[in-house]
């Protein structure tokens, strides 16, 4: 029984040594050297080395390549499977700025939070008219065309009551707000014309997740004399880039020649 009690605590505590490293790296403001951990952990020079290797094998540290100790991998995959957004916008990147430099428009990328859609990441348009910043702009869903995606394929539920009207052509009504997103399920892409902003068109695709459930929508938006007579065209362009979004987001790699 003794025997079983020391090698308990012997087992507790190299745990404990080893989490404090772990700790110590996690919460540094710069990379630790292996002569740094040793001295702040007391440990001999052998038992930080192997436990260090240790940790390096279990993808919690991992080193620079000045040879420095960092947090491992695994807190990388935690934070892109528990606040998924970063990793969506780093995956989104490079399509929104192949759909910014094809169309010249400003590019956008909301997702959900709550029953708010938030604009996470955006490309501005080539063009001096149509550029300025919406991520720091509370839009309401209902008359954005990225909003009416979520709404359209179920990631909102409709609103209840009487909608806001920011201009005459707002959709106002739960029912008509329906309409709209049925329309937009069957062509493929929701748009948005003067019911935000007078003379502003907006046009947005679903771009769906691991499960196929919507988990984002990408857009572009400018003044309805530029977009007005090319709607098919851009939904359509925006759809393919959105079915390559979709297919890095489930782990395969898109196919080669899709445009």
Same mark, same amino acid.
């Given at each position: 029984?003794?025997?079983? %009690?020391?090698?308990?605590?012997?087992?507790?505590?190299?745990?404990?040594?080893?989490?404090?490293?772990?700790?110590?790296?996690?919460?540094?403001?710069?990379?630790?050297?292996?002569?740094?951990?040793?001295?702040?952990?007391?440990?001999?020079?052998?038992?930080?080395?192997?436990?260090?290797?240790?940790?390096?094998?279990?993808?919690?540290?991992?080193?620079?390549?000045?040879?420095?100790?960092?947090?491992?991998?695994?807190?990388?995959?935690?934070?892109?499977?528990?606040?998924?957004?970063?990793?969506?916008?780093?995956?989104?990147?490079?399509?929104?700025?192949?759909?910014?430099?094809?169309?010249?428009?400003?590019?956008?990328?909301?997702?959900? %939070?709550?029953?708010?859609?938030?604009?996470?990441?955006?490309?501005?348009?080539?063009?001096?008219?149509?550029?300025?910043?919406?991520?720091?702009?509370?839009?309401?869903?209902?008359?954005?065309?990225?909003?009416?995606?979520?709404?359209?394929?179920?990631?909102?539920?409709?609103?209840?009551?009487?909608?806001?009207?920011?201009?005459?052509?707002?959709?106002?009504?739960?029912?008509?707000?329906?309409?709209?997103?049925? %329309?937009?399920?069957? %062509?493929?892409?929701?748009?948005?014309?003067?019911?935000?902003?007078?003379?502003?068109?907006?046009?947005?695709?679903?771009?769906?997740?691991?499960?196929?459930?919507?988990?984002?929508?990408?857009?572009?938006?400018?003044?309805?004399?530029?977009?007005?007579?090319?709607?098919?065209?851009?939904?359509?362009?925006?759809?393919?880039?959105?079915?390559?979004?979709?297919?890095?987001?489930?782990?395969?790699?898109?196919?080669?020649?899709?445009?």
């Amino acid at each position: 029984m003794a025997q079983a %009690r020391t090698e308990s605590s012997t087992g507790t505590q190299a745990v404990d040594r080893a989490a404090a490293l772990v700790s110590t790296v996690v919460q540094a403001d710069e990379p630790l050297t292996f002569a740094e951990l040793q001295e702040s952990s007391g440990l001999a020079k052998s038992t930080t080395s192997r436990m260090l290797a240790a940790l390096e094998r279990g993808g919690l540290l991992e080193r620079d390549q000045d040879g420095s100790y960092v947090a491992g991998s695994l807190f990388w995959l935690y934070a892109a499977r528990h606040d998924p957004w970063q990793e969506l916008v780093r995956l989104a990147r490079p399509a929104m700025e192949r759909i910014g430099e094809e169309t010249s428009e400003t590019v956008h990328l909301s997702v959900t %939070r709550g029953e708010k859609v938030v604009q996470v990441a955006q490309v501005d348009s080539r063009y001096l008219l149509g550029t300025r910043d919406w991520t720091e702009i509370d839009v309401p869903a209902h008359s954005s065309a990225l909003g009416k995606v979520f709404y359209a394929w179920g990631a909102l539920p409709l609103p209840e009551g009487d909608l806001e009207a920011l201009t005459d052509t707002t959709i106002t009504t739960p029912e008509a707000l329906r309409r709209d997103g049925v %329309r937009t399920r069957k %062509r493929g892409w929701a748009v948005t014309d003067g019911e935000l902003e007078v003379g502003l068109t907006g046009l947005a695709v679903p771009v769906h997740g691991v499960h196929g459930d919507v988990v984002a929508a990408l857009g572009v938006s400018g003044p309805t004399p530029r977009l007005e007579d090319r709607l098919e065209t851009l939904g359509k362009h925006l759809s393919s880039h959105a079915a390559q979004l979709s297919q890095l987001l489930r782990g395969r790699t898109p196919k080669e020649g899709v445009a």
